[in-house]
């Protein structure tokens, strides 16, 4: 009996360690690791089977070599109509920091909803949709060995007279494409494609985020490195018609980062504070009219660069995500407590409207 419950315990002990080893047990899912794309699915699809009321999972797209593009849909049901927020990470397949990022967003959303009533307030009237990795072949490729670590383009062939591959996915959307900071020689880093939405990753976020245009408020696409949040638009000549206000919101995510280890974060448009470009996804959402989208530059400031160490993780997430809550706190107040405020306005006025008309009898 002894020896055959021992060993029982055994075989659980050793499929336990098993799962661990693979990084697939959910409790012991290491958010401070870097994770190749099979890990993720399997952080994701469990995500969603320990959280069925507020996660689902939804595939919006393949990419080039037909992998699934999935985002995870967080948010608490309600019959009230519901706005959203976008964020997307791994949209350039060496920033490693970003996919970590976006993982360690949907852990921290789902694990303070059930006592922080700010966040339950948010989850109420917002859904998010999160995209951990959108160049999921891009990924891929960057975890096979170290010459590939620093691949950052799609991986989708070049047109007949090129032997390169890849495109810059943020060079491809549908804003300003093609007419600064890009590179039509398809072996260049900043290769705009053939054409704009050429590739079928910024086809998916176009048709997923152009069907939700008016639910979206904010719109954040996740990178690195360079310590910097970024607004519309990359384009030196065109401003955003609420960049005053995009800058204040930036800059008060950046003093949130600033508050937690420190960290200068520099805000501003990416000619101002980077360099012009185009056809990036954070342009796109603005000019379709999402007002307020923002890129995040992540750590660090070169040091490391696209490597940033493993035990940056943690703080890097931690800071990130006081950016980020700055933000959306931002975004939903300012929509939903001004809707009570047109609400409660409207009683007052019908009251005073009520009580005059009575005195009047
Ligand atoms: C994509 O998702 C579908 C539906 O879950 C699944 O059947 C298919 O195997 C997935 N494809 C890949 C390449 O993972
Ligand atoms: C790394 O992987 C790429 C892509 O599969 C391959 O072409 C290259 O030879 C590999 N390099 C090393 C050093 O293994
Ligand atoms: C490929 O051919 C096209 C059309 O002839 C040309 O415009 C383009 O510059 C060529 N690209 C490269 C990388 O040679
Ligand atoms: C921006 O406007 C200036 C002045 O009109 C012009 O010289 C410059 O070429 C424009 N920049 C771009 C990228 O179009
Ligand atoms: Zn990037």
Redesign the pocket.
Known sequence: MLLSSSGFLGLLTLLGAASVALGLEPQNYDFSKYHTMPEISAWMEQTKKENPDVVSTMIYGKTYEKSNITLLKIGIKSDVKKKAVWMDCGIHAREWISPAFCQYFVKEILLTYKTDTKVEEMLKNLDFYITPVLNVDGYIYSWKNSSTRLWRKSRSPGPANCTCYGTDLNRNFYANWG??GVSRNCCSEVYNGPRALSESEAQAVTEFVLQRSTEILCFLTIHSYGQLILVPYG???VTAPNYDELMDVGLAAAKAIKGIHGMDYTVGSSPNVLY?NSGSSRDWARLIGIPYSFTFELRDKGQHGFELPEDQIQPTCEEAYAGVHSIITYVHDKNFNAAATIRATLWMTLLTWWLSSTSLL
Do not use: A, L, T, W
């Open positions: 007419m600064v384009h030196p000549n012009p």
